[in-house]
Structure formats: structure tokens, C-alpha cells
């Protein structure tokens, strides 16, 4: 297996950078689309695993995080992640290995927005991890609060004094244009997240979302905060696929661990039981 660092550009000209894992002989491409504001290095050892099954795998981060934009005169907002940055990180895979099955694979707001995406054609199925609404009144008391404070109050503040978003100094994660937060915050308001009516198909495209010519396969966890059963199936219930949506309940103590929450799908004592079985759906996709 070889490691390559890639550069794609935007239709808008924004350049994303990212990481190639290629194996000597792949059998698939997998584009991994992460979480808002994680840093792609995070999923490195889940990724570093697939490719030694032989799926030639693609790391990157969204536009205004690593490439150094000037965030405090970024107009980026959140739904470019899935109607701008993703389609070109597809474009750069799918010209580059044309012989090769596609595949999405998509943490959080990764799998969220690939409904967004303008041309699916090839995909021939897809994993989403954790991918869900974000409702408020859905999640634990004590993590509402958290999520309320980031938000209302230390957003605004930072948005005040900065422009953007500074939450990486604080320990929240990457630091965040501030149009990304504002519009992230006005879906996780809604029970139906984007797909409310006062965005879909008015703030944000209709995209693909009914119409998925693949199969889906969700996986959740019962101690997620955020992707919790109750979001997790508001926000497939929006979601068709011919193909049919399958999905995996997650318990911890099934997998001899205390908790997983919202990252620990990454944690490496999943190798040998959740990445197996996502290595094992993932050949079965590009066979079927």
C-alpha cells in the first residue's frame, strides 16, 4: 500500500487537499467523507484497515479547514460541504480510477449530505456512520446543554470577536467559518433537520435524497448523544433508495466497551468486529 497526497479544485475554484491509501491491487475506490470540523488524521487507522483489504481509500478535509482560508472573510456555508466539496472530491476519484466500483462511505455530516451530491450515477453503495438529525430535545439533558452553549452563547461570542468561529483552541474541534455554524445550528433547531420546510428545496437543494439508485446501510450507536435511535430514524425516514436503507444497532457492552458515542466507531478495538463487518457489506456492494 502506497500513501499519496492529492489536491482536487471546486467548481467555485476552492482547492481541498487530501490523503490516497492505495493498494497494490485495488478492488474499489472509497471516498470517506468526515465529520464537521474533525481533522481527517482522526480516521486514519480505520481508513489505513480498509485499504489493507484492498479498497483504495480517500482521506480529505472540507473547505476552510486545513487549507489555511481566511475564515474571517469565508462566506462557506455548511451545505457546501455536500453540494460543492464532495462532488469534487468524486469528479478527481472518478476521472482518476474510472475502472474501478465507487463507493461513499460517511461519518456525521459525511453521510448527511451526499444526497446533495449532483451526479451519483456510479456509486455503487454506501455506508453512513452515525449519520442523523441533530434535534435538540432528542439528546441526553447534559449534552443538550453543551450543545446549547456552543451554539448561544460561545459561537457568537467568537463570531463577535474573530469573524469565525476559534473553537480549536478551546478543545470543541476545528475552527469554523462563521456562516458553516450559523446554518448548522438553524437545521439542528428543526425535527427534520434540513429537510424541514423552510430548507429543503429553498435554502438547500432537493438533491437525491428520494431517489438513491444504491444500497444504504446506517450504522448507530445506543449511547450516541447525537445519533441516537430517535435522529437516526427521523433522518433516514426522509431518505429512498431502490436498493432498500438497512441499519445496525450498536451496543457497547456487545463490543466490551463502556461507551462509543458520536467517534468510537473509530477506535482501533473495533477492528476485529465493526470494521470487519463494514470491510465484509463494503465487498458485498461492489459484487451485487
Not at 482518476?96 to 465507487?102: A, D, I, K, Q
Not at 449519520?131 to 463570531?159: D, E
Request: proline letters at 5%; glycine letters at 6%; a neutral charge.
Amino acid at each position: 500500500m502506497t500513501r499519496e497526497d492529492f489536491e482536487a479544485t471546486c467548481e467555485d475554484g476552492i482547492k481541498l487537499k487530501g490523503i490516497l491509501l492505495v493498494p497494490k491491487k485495488p478492488k474499489a475506490v472509497v471516498q470517506f467523507n468526515s465529520g464537521t470540523a474533525v481533522k481527517k488524521e482522526f480516521y486514519l487507522p480505520f481508513l489505513t484497515y480498509l485499504a489493507e483489504q484492498d479498497f483504495l481509500c480517500c482521506l480529505w478535509n472540507y473547505r476552510g479547514g486545513e487549507q489555511n482560508d481566511n475564515l474571517k472573510n469565508s462566506d462557506f456555508r455548511f451545505s457546501d460541504y455536500g453540494t460543492k466539496d464532495m462532488p469534487a472530491i468524486k469528479a478527481y476519484l472518478t476521472s482518476r480510477f474510472s475502472n474501478l466500483p465507487f463507493l461513499i462511505l460517511g461519518h456525521s455530516a459525511g453521510g448527511q449530505q451526499i444526497g446533495f451530491m449532483h451526479d451519483l450515477d456510479n456509486v455503487k453503495g454506501n455506508i453512513n456512520i452515525a449519520v442523523s438529525t441533530g434535534y435538540y430535545p432528542n439528546m441526553p439533558l447534559g449534552y443538550r446543554m453543551k450543545a446549547y452553549l456552543f451554539f448561544y452563547i460561545f459561537s457568537p461570542v467568537s463570531i463577535l470577536i474573530h469573524k469565525y468561529v476559534k473553537a480549536k483552541t478551546y478543545g470543541f474541534m476545528e475552527n469554523l467559518p462563521q456562516k458553516v455554524v450559523v446554518e448548522w445550528r438553524d437545521w439542528l433547531e428543526r425535527e427534520d433537520y434540513f429537510f424541514d420546510e423552510h430548507f429543503y428545496g429553498k435554502t438547500v437543494p432537493e438533491g437525491h435524497f428520494k431517489n438513491f439508485k444504491f444500497p444504504v446501510h446506517v450504522y448507530y450507536a445506543t449511547d450516541d448523544p447525537v445519533s441516537n435511535a430517535d435522529n437516526t430514524k427521523t433522518f433516514w425516514s426522509h431518505v429512498k433508495s431502490e436498493k432498500g436503507i438497512s441499519m445496525t444497532e450498536l451496543t457497547p457492552a456487545e463490543y466490551g466497551l463502556n461507551s462509543i458515542g458520536h467517534f468510537g466507531y473509530f477506535k482501533k478495538t473495533m477492528k476485529d468486529t465493526l470494521w470487519t463487518d463494514i470491510a465484509a457489506r463494503l465487498d458485498k456492494f461492489i459484487t451485487m
